[in-house]
């Protein structure tokens, strides 16, 4: 199979001019910016340091913009990857972070070169919605420590052992740490809202804008609180070191399910971000080529020390608001963010954990959709849509989003099997109203011909509406109709019920006859070569030649030339 990489960048450059890149210039300086509190925040609370984060939106931002299949994505860390970065560093430690990271950028390229990227939107609401708000409750959780500044060496990454450490640490709660975070969110909060009314004060991010509002403060009153400075050193104004990441084969192994964990939410959010853009200027995204750009940069960034990356909603939609259409607003935000580093690292230093903290759970709270979980938004959809997205809402916010996600995958392919075999019936047709009982009937009254009419779809969660056929609870016709044109689709189980039923008439000295067949159903009759052995002049192209072909074979009208 050959491969189609065509990044979105090419079809853009043609006609482009000074007024387009006016545009890209000032969202990319705006979503640079907005980058920076992010990165570090977003670093942070998944146990790497801030360097990582920043690396992270340098590189992975820059080959997500370059190669990538959509005009506006912005590509970096984001908050969803927040609580499996967590557990992966505390189960396996920051080096076979990067290798399962790497691992996953190969994954997501394969998906995206075997062009599984339209998959990705067989994904139902209910799922999406249930780990959404899931990832943003872990998210919150992870907060605590931080914004409190309680004294916690490790935070376990596994939900009962977190809770357990968080009410045990209550009591060392630092007041000068959680009026920083409280101090930090209302300027947020105010701001956020301010900026929708005061044309300059949209121009500043809230997150930036509240960063140095508070590192300002601190460097002025040297604030008691823990900063970027005392717990990790600053931010060095210099570029990574490049190399790979220390490889060991025995653990290879035990990386796959991160691995697939960080594949799978990369390429759910990335694409959910791409077709949330596609929706604000009118285009329409490449998934595949999207996810090969993931792969790239998932590859890449860990070569920076950097770690997982993908599509970001938050800075994405600050692109499109900022005046960003082609790709080269993303390269500049990122060539941006790359200034800002070289230029002002050491400035860094003094930015509370307390303010970046506030910024992730400002983050969390608006991440998530809490209007679904409203009862009365709750009662107007089905018990299966309530079941899923209850059910991928607690076991990500419990358990993890792997298992949120498969168990909602099984719940809702079992509830869709469930509606589709309900939908799927099967009548008699009552022949003797039409055709008189002489011809129908034998003398002792049992019937000579059984026709039968089929709705929906015969497939292996509807084969028990079959059953009644196969026990003959009707009686002991010569011969049985199947109408099957309003049959849409028939699966090898479905298959195999109507050649045991063949075989079972044929047993009694009977024949089954199957007319209306619809292209899929007929094509697999033809191809299981169920056609040969029943016969081609039993397959009828209605009813009315079904019937006529099984009163000849019934003898009830001998004179139908039909053999």
């Not at 599509?311 to 941006?336: E, K, M, Q, W, Y």
């Not at 580093?341 to 983050?363: D, G, K, Q, R, W």
Request: glycine share 8%.
């Amino acid at each position: 199979m050959k491969i189609q990489f065509r990044p979105k960048l090419l079809d853009t450059l043609p006609g482009y001019g000074r007024a387009g890149f006016a545009q890209d210039l000032s969202a990319g300086i705006t979503v640079g910016v907005l980058a920076l509190p992010l990165a570090m925040a977003f670093a942070i609370a998944s146990g790497m340091t801030p360097t990582a984060g920043i690396w992270t939106a340098i590189v992975a931002g820059l080959l997500i913009s370059l190669l990538g299949g959509s005009r506006v994505q912005i590509g970096g860390p984001t908050g969803a990857f927040i609580p499996i970065i967590y557990a992966i560093v505390v189960d396996h430690g920051v080096q076979n972070l990067l290798i399962a990271t790497m691992m996953s950028g190969i994954l997501l390229f394969a998906m995206g070169a075997l062009r599984l990227g339209s998959m990705i939107r067989f994904i139902p609401l209910s799922v999406v919605i249930g780990f959404t708000n899931g990832i943003a409750v872990v998210i919150f959780i992870s907060q605590i420590k931080d914004f409190l500044g309680l004294q916690i060496d490790n935070l376990p990454g596994e939900f009962f052992a977190k809770m357990v450490a968080l009410w045990t640490a209550l009591p060392t709660i630092d007041l000068p740490t959680v009026a920083v975070a409280v101090a930090s969110l209302a300027v947020l909060v105010v701001w956020n809202r301010q900026a929708k009314k005061v044309r300059w004060m949209a121009r500043l991010p809230g997150p930036l804008a509240v960063l140095i509002v508070m590192t300002a403060i601190n460097a002025l009153f040297a604030l008691p609180v823990d900063t970027i400075g005392s717990r990790f050193g600053g931010i060095p104004q210099e570029l990574p070191t490049f190399g790979l990441p220390e490889l060991s084969l025995g653990t290879l192994g035990k990386l796959v399910t991160p691995a697939l964990t960080i594949a799978l939410l990369g390429a759910i959010e990335s694409l959910l971000s791409a077709r949330v853009a596609d929706s604000q200027i009118d285009d329409r995204h490449d998934p595949n080529q999207e996810l090969m750009a993931q792969g790239i940069a998932n590859v890449a960034a860990p070569l920076f020390g950097g770690f997982a990356a993908t599509g970001a909603i938050a800075r994405t939609a600050t692109n499109i608001r900022t005046g960003g259409r082609t790709p080269v607003s993303g390269i500049l935000h990122a060539l941006v963010l790359l200034a800002i580093v070289l230029a002002l690292a050491p400035l860094a230093s003094a930015i509370p954990l307390a303010t970046l903290s506030a910024i992730v759970v400002v983050v969390s709270i608006n991440m998530g959709e809490w209007h679904a979980f409203a009862p009365k938004v709750l009662a107007r959809y089905s018990l299966s849509y309530r079941t899923i997205l209850l059910s991928t809402f607690f076991l990500t916010v419990v358990f993890d989003l792997t298992l949120a996600v498969e168990l909602g995958m099984v719940l809702a392919s079992l509830f869709f099997i469930y509606r589709m075999s309900d939908l799927t019936r099967i009548e008699r047709v009552p022949l003797e109203d039409y055709y008189g009982n002489e011809a129908m009937q034998r003398e002792d009254g049992t019937p000579r011909i059984l026709a039968y009419k089929m709705f929906g779809s015969l497939f292996f969660g509807a084969a028990n509406k079959l059953e009644n056929l196969l026990l003959m609870q009707h009686g002991h016709p010569d011969v049985v109709i199947l109408d099957l044109d309003k049959v849409i689709s028939l699966d090898t189980t479905g298959l195999d019920i109507l050649q045991t039923l063949h075989r079972n008439l044929q047993k009694r000295g009977a024949h089954l006859i199957l007319c209306g067949l619809n292209s899929q159903p007929g094509s697999l009759v033809f191809r299981s070569g169920f056609m040969e052995s029943l016969g081609d002049e039993n397959i009828a192209a209605n009813i009315t030649d079904a019937l006529l072909r099984a009163q000849w074979l019934s003898g009830t009208r001998p004179e139908v030339a039909y053999a």
